[in-house]
């Protein structure tokens, strides 16, 4: 039998671009390009939120061309946030299931932003492609947490 997973309540709370740079002396367009990727984790454990952090840099060599990171800021609902709570060892564990929902949307907000800003541009091409979000989380989020009785 499948175990059921619980349900979990939370609210985009914020979407801020972190960094945002174009370097045009960088890019020859007839040149091949790759894409780079980065995600970060932070937890704000009195607001009861993650922040899921992705960044990409296109570069062509070892020159980056375009860079971009954005930031969405996910409020988890109380019921929830004590769900994740592993109180034996002050610990907060994020499941990769939801992580992935999370990372996903993120990237998608992130794919937005970018050709928001590109637009009209020479680097309107260059688009977020669609990302195995399973291949960047294998495993669950933990984070060590203080608990309520110190």
């Known amino acids: 039998m499948k175990e059921e997973k619980p349900h979990v309540d939370f609210a985009l709370q914020g979407i801020k671009t972190e960094q945002f740079a174009i370097f045009e002396d960088n890019y020859m367009s007839k040149k091949e390009s790759s894409l780079g990727t980065e995600?970060?984790?932070?937890?704000?454990?009195?607001?009861?939120?993650?922040?899921?952090f992705i960044g990409f840099e296109f570069t062509?060599?070892?020159?980056?061309?375009?860079?971009?990171?954005v930031s969405c800021h996910f409020k988890i609902a109380e019921k929830s946030w004590n769900y994740f709570i592993q109180k034996q060892d002050d610990s907060l564990i994020i499941p990769k299931?939801?992580?992935?929902?999370?990372?996903?949307?993120?990237?998608?907000t992130t794919r937005g932003v970018l050709f928001t800003k590109t637009?009209?541009?020479v680097f309107s091409t260059f688009i977020v492609p669609a990302?195995?979000?399973?291949?960047?989380?294998?495993?669950?989020?933990?984070?060590?947490?203080?608990?309520?009785?110190?």
Do not use: P, R, Y
């Open 131 to 150: 990302i195995n979000v399973t291949d960047m989380i294998k495993e669950d989020a933990s984070f060590d947490i203080i608990s309520d009785s110190e």
């Open 39 to 52: 995600l970060k984790l932070k937890l704000d454990q009195k607001s009861k939120q993650l922040g899921v």
């Open 60 to 69: 062509q060599g070892k020159k980056v061309f375009l860079k971009i990171e």
């Open 97 to 108: 299931d939801f992580l992935a929902h999370l990372v996903m949307m993120t990237i998608g």
């Open 119 to 121: 637009e009209s541009t």
